[in-house]
């Protein structure tokens, strides 16, 4: 597929997600949808990408649906049930694919973040706030609930019950300062800043070993939900089981003992 309403770019190990509709504040279209279907459902397979660092182009992240496609059948309204059911699980999917994927994601964010760019930004692992990002639900300032593409999931889990009761049944709007007070995102820098500081933190994370990076994830999510303390330690004791029989602690204590950082090899 030929890429329009995003862009990639490689640089190495770290993949540049831009959603590049500047125009509509990077508002989610219908070709921006199938756009990120086909990139999401590609990087599950992809092993050269190890981390995956999402923004928007121009002065916004994105500002939710593109309220503009007038027309049922672009929007994704659909005109039937089934149609609406089947587009509405096609925007969910998205985040789903995000915290399912294997590569860490991190949300680098200027300007608003709202409704669907809300979604987004709450399905990456770390998020890095210039100081004009702003975020909210607004899905409930448009007639439907404000629960949509995983944030009742994502946002209790960021912010704790409260903060996110208070934002999700009203739609207000979160400033960066209290974003970064509440958690919701890990790092408020000046808006030229927000690119160096998301690929600085994308090249701390490649720097770990590629299984080691990839389990890493996979726990963390897995123990959020975890039933138990004995559950979340089961998960745990087998990713390090398998990080050392794939050898990786051979040369991260190498180069530990050495005073460098380690040099590590692709492997399955």
Known sequence: MQYEA??????????????????????LS???????????????????????????????FCAGL???????GSTGLGTTTTDTIEVQRRMSDLTRAM?????????????????????????????????????????IRIGLSACDMGVSYFLPRTVGSS?????????RFINAQRALATGLVSELVPD???????????????ETSPLGLRLTKECVAMSIDAGSLEQAIAIEDR????????????EGARAFL?????????RA
């Open 239 to 250: 990713n390090q089981v398998l990080c050392v029989r794939a050898g990786y602690i051979e």
């Open 6 to 27: 995003i862009e990639v770019r490689n640089d190495g190990p770290i993949t540049w997600l831009t959603l590049n509709r500047p125009h509509n504040l990077n508002a």
């Open 258 to 266: 050495e005073k460098r950082k380690p040099k590590y090899a692709a």
């Open 192 to 206: 030229a800043e927000v690119d160096s500081a998301a690929a600085k933190l994308a090249q701390e994370m490649i």
């Open 66 to 72: 593109d309220l503009k496609e007038q027309n049922c």
């Open 163 to 171: 903060v996110a009761y208070e934002l999700l049944l009203t739609g």
């Open 30 to 60: 219908a070709q921006m949808v199938a756009e990120l279907e086909d990139f999401l459902h590609r990087l599950h397979t992809d092993s050269t990408t190890r981390v995956v660092v999402m923004k928007g182009a121009g002065r916004a």
């Open 99 to 139: 915290h399912r994927a294997p590569q860490p994601f991190i949300a680098a964010i200027r300007g608003p973040a709202a409704g669907g760019g809300f979604a987004l930004a709450l399905a990456c692992n770390v998020r890095i706030a210039g100081e004009s990002a702003r975020f909210n639900a607004a899905f």
